[in-house]
């Protein structure tokens, strides 16, 4: 009998920000699937396909991290050219951010699950299936995001959904 897996990854909730990024979603106006506020998020480490002993192991190694509460603020956008999709990041990545993306990639080698791919790079996605060149300037949109959740990604027919397994709240230092 096969292994159940699922689609994991790690990521902060960024659902306050609903509102500006519909508005930026709006303003853009590009063509492709746009992301729905309910799927909003930033990215701190795609795990891939875990069973439940792998995703036991996460939420443990998790349990142990420092999580510090940051700030960021978004204030690009860029296109993943191969997977076209459109994001907003941050210039500036604060240090508790880097930390902690350092000390989680550290913990899913420890733990025998595949490296990432070189770099962290923050974003939200707010477009799938899109081409952009010439990106406009934006007005930064500033975010304190108060946790970090486990995220099981579904496929269906309209694109994924996301089920959070298990959040951890941020901390103030």
Same mark, same amino acid.
């Given at each position: 009998?096969?292994?159940?897996? =699922? *689609?994991?990854?790690?990521?902060?909730?960024?659902?306050?920000? #609903?509102?500006?990024?519909? *508005?930026?979603?709006?303003?853009?106006?590009?063509?492709?699937?746009?992301?729905?506020?309910?799927?909003?998020?930033? #990215?701190?480490? /795609?795990?891939?396909? &875990?069973?439940?002993?792998?995703?036991? =192991?996460?939420? =443990?190694?998790?349990?142990?991290?420092?999580?510090?509460?940051?700030? &960021?603020?978004?204030?690009?956008?860029?296109?993943?050219?191969?997977? +076209?999709?459109?994001?907003?990041?941050? #210039?500036?990545?604060?240090?508790?951010?880097? #930390?902690?993306?350092?000390?989680?990639?550290?913990?899913?080698?420890?733990?025998?699950?595949?490296?990432?791919? !070189?770099?962290?790079?923050?974003?939200? %996605? &707010? /477009?799938?299936?899109? %081409?952009?060149?010439?990106?406009?300037?934006? %007005?930064?949109?500033?975010?304190?995001?108060? +946790?970090?959740?486990?995220?099981?990604? *579904?496929?269906?027919?309209?694109?994924?959904?996301?089920?959070?397994?298990?959040?951890? !709240?941020?901390?103030?230092?």
């Amino acid at each position: 009998m096969p292994k159940s897996t =699922q *689609r994991l990854f790690l990521a902060f909730p960024a659902g306050q920000l #609903t509102r500006p990024l519909l *508005r930026l979603q709006d303003r853009l106006a590009l063509s492709g699937r746009r992301i729905p506020p309910e799927q909003f998020h930033l #990215t701190l480490r /795609f795990l891939g396909e &875990l069973d439940a002993v792998q995703q036991a =192991q996460v939420e =443990q190694m998790v349990d142990r991290l420092p999580l510090v509460a940051f700030r &960021l603020e978004l204030d690009k956008l860029g296109c993943f050219g191969r997977a +076209r999709v459109l994001w907003l990041g941050p #210039t500036q990545i604060p240090e508790p951010l880097i #930390t902690l993306a350092g000390q989680t990639e550290l913990g899913i080698q420890e733990l025998g699950l595949p490296a990432s791919r !070189p770099g962290f790079h923050p974003h939200i %996605s &707010l /477009f799938r299936h899109t %081409s952009a060149g010439g990106l406009p300037s934006i %007005s930064p949109i500033h975010y304190q995001p108060d +946790r970090l959740t486990l995220y099981a990604s *579904r496929p269906t027919s309209k694109g994924p959904v996301y089920e959070c397994e298990r959040s951890w !709240p941020l901390t103030s230092g």
